[in-house]
């Protein structure tokens, strides 16, 4: 089993930040690609940034220069940092996994979601 926990969304003012984390716990062997999506309501979910294992990234357009995406390998966690936020940036934000289990299985994973609202 494998769960993922989400955590960091909230309100924030316009210029304001916000961190996301997502820590994935229980049966993992390795963390492949981690990233974070996002969805507006009425709109489809959107890739906002993705990092491979061995660190490489990419961002939506959107994004650039404003959102940096991290990880800490041994703690399976993923880290959304978000600056600069606009009111087009106020999404539920869902974190996504690849894991490897202990035998092999490899999986995607979501994470439950996390409000970011952003105030103008």
């Known amino acids: 089993q494998v769960q993922l926990v989400e955590s960091g969304g909230g309100l924030v003012q316009a210029g304001g930040s916000l961190r996301l984390s997502c820590a994935a716990s229980g049966s993992i062997f390795s963390s492949n690609t981690m990233g974070w999506y996002r969805q507006a309501p009425g709109k489809q979910r959107e890739l906002v940034a993705h990092?491979?294992?061995?660190?490489?990234?990419n961002y939506a357009d959107s994004v650039k220069g404003r959102f940096t995406i991290s990880r800490d390998n041994p703690k399976n966690t993923v880290y959304l940092q978000m600056n600069s936020l606009k009111p087009e940036d106020t999404a539920v934000y869902y974190c996504?996994?690849?894991?490897?289990?202990?035998?092999?299985?490899?999986?995607?994973?979501w994470g439950q979601g996390t409000q970011v609202t952003v105030s103008s």
């Open positions: 996504n996994v690849d894991l490897t289990t202990p035998w092999g299985l490899r999986s995607v994973y």
């Open positions: 990092i491979t294992s061995g660190g490489s990234t």
